[in-house]
């Protein structure tokens, strides 16, 4: 099962930061934090991952809460491209399997 | 980044057909390989997990009869669809990782529409 929240959509101004929220309450001490995103009928596309420091790739960053409890991904400068279902993934530390929860829906708007 | 292919991406069967999907890593070797299913406006569903050389994992609630997973390569994981069914009729998507590790990220195939009629 997901072990993560997220809000259903959000709506982010083209050229504007857009910062993604998730919720972890239930998080372990070795879970990893994964973000994907899948475009319309696509696989999805790996954008970063943490597990208690902040990480930065060129795609985005990751704002990983000190308690671990909850963490943001931020896209920088959102482009229209960026349009996309967002998901915020823990990893279960006993496999490596994905679980995917419902995701958010992001919206750029020109 | 590492690239994963699925093959067919869409393919229409006749009801009671099976259907057999393609997933291969192309420039690295897989020891695990899984397979989702998306009904539209609807999250990926973990299916189940295949392991090379040994009997695939499934997730609570999938026939195991039913979706045939077959793992006999590093590089190549089939997933056959018996007597298909009109219900069966989603996106099926494949991912893989390099290895068994907790901090290892999987990489996901461009994903098959399966339409059954």
């Known amino acids: 099962d997901a072990k993560t929240t997220q809000p259903p959509s959000m709506d982010c101004a083209e050229g504007r930061a857009a910062n993604l929220p998730c919720n972890h309450s239930?998080?372990?001490?070795?879970?990893?934090v994964y973000w994907y995103r899948q475009i319309h009928s696509q696989g999805p596309q790996y954008i970063i991952h943490?597990?208690?420091n902040n990480e930065t790739n060129e795609m985005a960053s990751l704002i990983i809460t000190e308690d671990r409890k909850s963490s943001t991904l931020i896209l920088p400068h959102a482009t229209l491209r960026d349009t996309a279902v967002y998901y915020c993934i823990v990893r279960i530390y006993t496999g490596n399997q994905f679980y995917f929860g419902t995701g958010t829906s992001l919206t750029v708007i020109p | 980044g590492a690239v994963v292919s699925q093959h067919p991406s869409r393919v229409i069967c006749k009801s009671g057909t099976s259907v057999k999907i393609e997933c291969r890593s192309l420039d690295f070797q897989a020891t695990t390989m899984f397979w989702y299913r998306q009904f539209p406006k609807q999250s990926l569903m973990l299916m189940a997990t295949?392991?090379?050389?040994?009997?695939?994992?499934?997730e609570q609630g999938v026939e195991k009869d039913k979706f045939l997973i077959n793992h006999a390569s590093l590089t190549l994981s089939t997933l056959t669809v018996t007597s298909a069914h009109p219900e069966d009729s989603s996106f099926y998507i494949c991912?893989?990782?390099?290895?068994?590790?907790?901090?290892?990220?999987?990489?996901f195939g461009q994903g098959t529409r399966l339409t059954v009629v």
């Open positions: 239930t998080i372990s001490g070795n879970e990893y």
């Open positions: 991912s893989a990782s390099e290895d068994a590790g907790v901090n290892t990220e999987a990489f």
């Open positions: 943490g597990l208690k």
């Open positions: 295949s392991n090379e050389g040994s009997k695939a994992t499934y």
